[in-house]
């Protein structure tokens, strides 16, 4: 029976929502948003593979620091710090991986994703991951070092001296510059067929 002005109930309403969504969110640590955003991933076609990386460079190198961290609470120093500890510890090809991993779960968090439904509620207003130069390539190769480039004889040389099943692998790596995925790919013709090198 007490009149409460409209002007301090919906103060007092949106004071409880915002209570409720913090406590929402509080509960919502990093690894809830590994595993919404690896979902998201493999829902916009992600090969198994990929998924399969993501998944063991997140559990290796993400969840062990940041895992039980409400995903809000994630600061930009948090990042750097250990954005530089796992550079120092395993250098910039797991660093800079596992930023990429981080910043796209963030990228996710904030509803920013490709993909994402415009209808997507953030659950960070702002990513946290803004270390300058973390996802520049760093060549691990002291400067100075050159590479050593076969001539075709000598892949030639090399496939030659391969198992018959194996020879077209050879030649398809060194001259065509595939990575070892995309060799194991390539359906290669029956052994018993003769590959001819030339």
């Known amino acids: 029976g007490t009149f409460v002005p409209p002007r301090a109930a919906r103060a007092a309403w949106r004071e409880q929502a915002m209570a409720e969504r913090d406590s929402r969110l509080n509960g919502y640590k990093v690894k ?3 595993e919404d955003w690896l979902v998201h991933v493999e829902r916009m076609g992600a090969k198994q593979s990929t998924l399969y990386t993501y998944r063991k460079r997140v559990e290796r190198h993400v969840l062990p620091h940041l895992g039980d961290v409400p995903a ?3 600061t930009p120093k948090m990042v750097e710090q250990w954005f530089d500890k796992l550079d120092s510890e395993h250098g910039n090809g797991v660093s800079r991986g596992s930023y990429m991993m981080l910043s796209g779960m963030f990228a996710y968090a904030t509803g920013e994703a490709r993909g994402q439904s415009p209808d997507f509620e953030p659950i960070v207003k702002k990513s946290p991951c803004r270390v300058a130069g973390a996802t520049i390539h760093k ?3 002291p ?3 050159k590479d050593k480039v ?3 004889e000598q892949v030639k040389a090399i496939a030659a001296g391969m198992p018959d ?4 692998a050879v030649l398809l790596g060194g001259f065509l510059a595939l990575r070892i995925g ?3 790919e390539v359906p290669l013709p029956h052994p018993r067929k003769r590959l001819e090198l030339d």
Request: aromatic share 0%; no cysteine; charged share 30%.
């Open 72 to 74: 809000e609470a994630v």
């Open 150 to 152: 076969l001539t075709d």
């Open 139 to 141: 060549p691990v190769r």
């Open 165 to 168: 099943g194996e020879r077209l």
């Open 143 to 145: 400067a100075g070092t």
């Open 182 to 184: 995309e060799v194991l």
């Open 32 to 34: 809830d948003l590994a």
